[in-house]
């Protein structure tokens, strides 16, 4: 009796139609927003493990005249994270003072700053409903979509996670995912 019910249960699916099956997969909005929201995790925990690991008298640190530093790489990639959600419709909830690019160098502030930012980006993919994924919204006065917004919003952190990276090892500290893993 007991083999019967489990092929039965296997056999549900089957019997009921493609309906139902497609019914149970995710759409690819929501794949994507799962694919997304574990991308945004785990560069969150980089850039800001690497923040706390990176020395305040460090923060100033800039590779050469006329390219950010330390502090405005990390100012920069929150203010895009509370900024660009706009094109979304979601306002920041928190005031971007206009310079805190430049302004803004105290470690323990960046760092707020920073976790704040990766609360509101999570808030940006949650807010953009499955349908709404391809409607149309202007983004830096261009024609774009929703997602294209979202995807934006990973490539940017990607690039200066990358950047905060190198600059990090130029001033000797090691990643501290990398130092676990003896890199």
Known sequence: ???????????????????????????????????????????????????????????????????????????????????????????????????AETKVTDKKEVVEALKTSFTHARAAAAAVKDEDMGAPVKLFGQESTKLAVLFLMAYHLHEHLGQSIAYARSVGVVPPWSAKAGM
């Open 1 to 99: 009796m007991r083999r019967s019910a489990v092929r039965l249960a296997l056999a549900l699916p089957l019997l009921a139609g493609p309906a139902v099956v497609r019914a149970q997969a995710p759409t690819a909005a929501a794949a994507f927003r799962s694919e997304y929201l574990k991308q945004l995790d785990d560069t969150e925990k980089k850039l800001v493990s690497l923040a706390e690991a990176i020395p305040q008298d460090k923060y100033s640190w800039r590779p050469m005249a006329g390219v950010r530093s330390i502090s405005e790489v990390y100012m920069h990639i929150a203010g895009a994270d509370l900024m660009i959600p706009n094109a979304l419709g979601l306002k920041p909830p928190m005031p971007m003072m206009r310079d």
